[in-house]
């Protein structure tokens, strides 16, 4: 059976995901921070995106750039940021710079026996940019059709990104 | 599953223990009002009716918007719904990630062990 993935809104700015993974923090934070197999995982297929690039430096100063396509868009959408720190096997923390709004997201690995739980937070500039993201994320969809329904996936999926 | 923070629910359930915050949640359901038009039905100050309409806001139950020197209030709850489908939709994407991941931190972990047994 899979663990389970949990989300909660902690606070006006702040996002909080949970899962726990069958492995050490070692192997678990390498997913996340070899361009290679951070491809394999980030754009899952059962949403429809794929990646066109996928570019990261990560580590304490380095870049990413992350470029999508999907077919509910013509254009493919480009996600950027900097990594703040990159803690080998405990912490990540990146910036979200394709929008002046975008959150501060850190990654904790913490191992517990041959286990890892991941904590992934999600820090926004302020209330009115977490309402604001998910007032975006909601009104495709209570407003259009399945197109739009699929689009505003995209958007939420490249929104985190 | 969608988890909101007890602060959250406690501030709705203090909203809703006051019968006349309870009435005006459903006049709103009826029409949007405004807060003269709620203090006049309810028989209540302006000032009176800002606070009630105030404890409503803050747990998310009712919104209000000022145009020009009137405000209009109108239920929340369709935000409340907004905010619990997105972080729904939000919750199914890492899940969706993280399934992959699963797959990827076993396969890993399968190399190591079969790489430990190749070099014995």
């Keep these: ?76 959408l480009a996600f950027f940021g900097r990594y703040i720190e990159v803690t080998p096997h405990s912490r990540i923390v990146w910036t979200n710079e394709e929008s002046a709004d975008g959150a501060v997201t850190t990654v904790t690995f913490e191992e517990m026996g041959d286990k890892t739980l991941l904590v992934l937070h999600e820090l926004y500039p302020s209330k009115q940019a977490l309402d604001e993201a998910i007032a975006s994320g909601s009104t495709g969809t209570s407003g259009a059709g399945e197109q739009f329904e699929e689009l505003d996936k995209v958007l939420v999926t490249l929104e985190r990104s | ?86 972080i729904e939709r939000y919750r199914r994407l890492w899940e969706a990630r993280f399934d992959e991941l699963d797959k990827i931190v076993a396969e890993l972990k399968l190399e190591r062990v079969d790489g430990r047994k190749m070099r014995k």
């Excluded at chain 2, 599953?1 to 602060?7: D, E, G, L, R, S």
């Excluded at chain 2, 359930?13 to 006051?18: H, T, V």
């Excluded at chain 2, 359901?29 to 038009?37: E, F, K, L, N, P």
């Design chain 1, 1 to 76: 059976m899979k663990n389970p993935t949990t989300v909660e809104r902690k606070s006006e700015r702040e996002l909080v995901v949970t899962r726990t993974f069958n492995g050490p923090a070692q192997i678990v934070f390498e997913a996340w921070t070899k361009p290679e197999l951070l491809k394999q995982w980030w754009a899952p297929k059962s949403f429809g995106i794929s990646f066109i690039s996928c570019e990261a430096d990560v580590r304490t100063g380095g870049t990413y750039r992350f470029v999508f396509s999907h077919p509910a868009s013509e254009e493919p």
């Design chain 2, 1 to 86: 599953m969608v988890q909101f923070q007890p602060a959250h629910l406690d501030a709705s359930f203090a909203a809703l223990s006051d019968a006349t915050r309870r009435g005006i949640l459903e006049r709103l359901g009826r029409a949007d009002a405004s807060i003269t038009d709620l203090a006049e039905k309810f028989h209540m100050t302006l000032t009176g009716m800002k606070k009630h309409v105030g404890v409503l806001e803050q747990a998310g139950l009712v919104t209000t918007e000022k145009v020009g020197r009137v405000r209009t209030c109108k239920l929340g709850l369709h935000r409340l719904e907004e905010e619990a489908a997105w």
